[in-house]
């Protein structure tokens, strides 16, 4: 077996948690030691990996190379913020067409109100037929014919 250097990190148990501290090394998931002291720990975590790697060859499994755990994690990273750029992109572009189609209503709504105003204006200049003015609103009214 060749010499690898795992990163290792060791943190203070509280005393619910028993006290004391934890090593492990994030390389190798689930490979941990404790002791009283930091370097107990760490002395612990020594073996383990030692232990921990002896059951991976038994097991014909592949042993990480040092620093994969962080590679990983930097690769996660870099997917998840091309992913929300993505969504950013996408908020960005419907929020465009949001306020274009907000555009568009306003002025149809500006169409409609001059329609209804020469509607009004006709009907107050040539007589209550064929548009009647009801408030704000017009309404076409007259005779229908119905064939059969």
Request: charged share 30%; aromatic share 6%.
């Amino acid at each position: 077996m060749t010499n690898r250097f795992y990163p290792a990190i060791i943190v203070e148990l509280s005393e619910e948690d028993g006290g004391g501290y934890l090593a492990y090394a994030p390389d190798l998931v689930g490979c941990m030691g404790d002791g009283d002291t930091p370097e107990a720990a760490l002395h612990d975590l020594q073996a383990a990996v030692i232990t921990w790697c002896e059951e991976m060859v038994r097991l014909g499994r592949d042993i990480p190379a040092p620093g994969a755990a962080r590679r990983a994690a930097k690769t996660r990273e870099e997917t998840l913020l091309k992913i929300i750029r993505e969504q950013q992109d996408a908020l960005d572009r419907q929020g465009r067409q949001y306020d274009q189609l907000r555009a568009e209503i306003h002025e149809l709504r500006e169409q409609v109100d001059r329609i209804f105003a020469e509607m009004q204006e006709t009907a107050a200049t040539e007589g209550d037929w064929p548009y009647a003015a009801r408030g704000n609103r017009a309404v076409l009214s007259g005779v229908v014919e119905v064939r059969h």
